[in-house]
Nanobody, 118 residues
Framework: QVRVVESGGGLVQAGGSLRLTCAAPTSIFSVFSADTIAWYRQPPGKLRELVARITADRETNYSDSTKGRFTISRDNGKKRAYLQMNNLKSEDTGVYYC?????????WGQGTQVTVSS
């Protein structure tokens, strides 16, 4: 089981920015470097949805609703991944989860709340 810790959520006004961090503090650097990391979110009353993903080769993909506003990145040396969120909208509100995919298995964090006020 991989320990996954998210942080950086909060309350922000529409048009503002937040940066979320996903940390894998107990992982070995070489193992983390091979992981695929994905950010998901769950809006109130809705299903969890993919926001962005980055592979070990740093290939990225985004949902249509976040493309151009969000940027996913990773720092293997720090065993962290980030989600930079700009021009936030009220519909971005939700609990954001980091999923570290290791050897084909999902490893989820506890989530961090993002609330965008209009």
């Amino acid at each position: 089981q991989v320990r996954v810790v998210e942080s950086g959520g909060g309350l922000v006004q529409a048009g503002g920015s937040l940066r979320l961090t996903c940390a894998a503090p107990t992982s070995i650097f070489s193992v983390f470097s091979a992981d695929t990391i994905a950010w998901y979110r769950q809006p109130p009353g809705k299903l969890r949805e993919l926001v962005a993903r980055i592979t070990a080769d740093r290939e990225t993909n985004y949902s249509d609703s976040t493309k151009g506003r969000f940027t996913i990145s990773r720092d293997n040396g720090k065993k962290r991944a980030y989600l930079q969120m700009n021009n936030l909208k009220s519909e971005d509100t939700g609990v954001y989860y980091c999923n570290i995919i290791r050897h084909g298995s999902d490893n989820w964090g506890q989530g961090t709340q993002v609330t965008v006020s209009s």
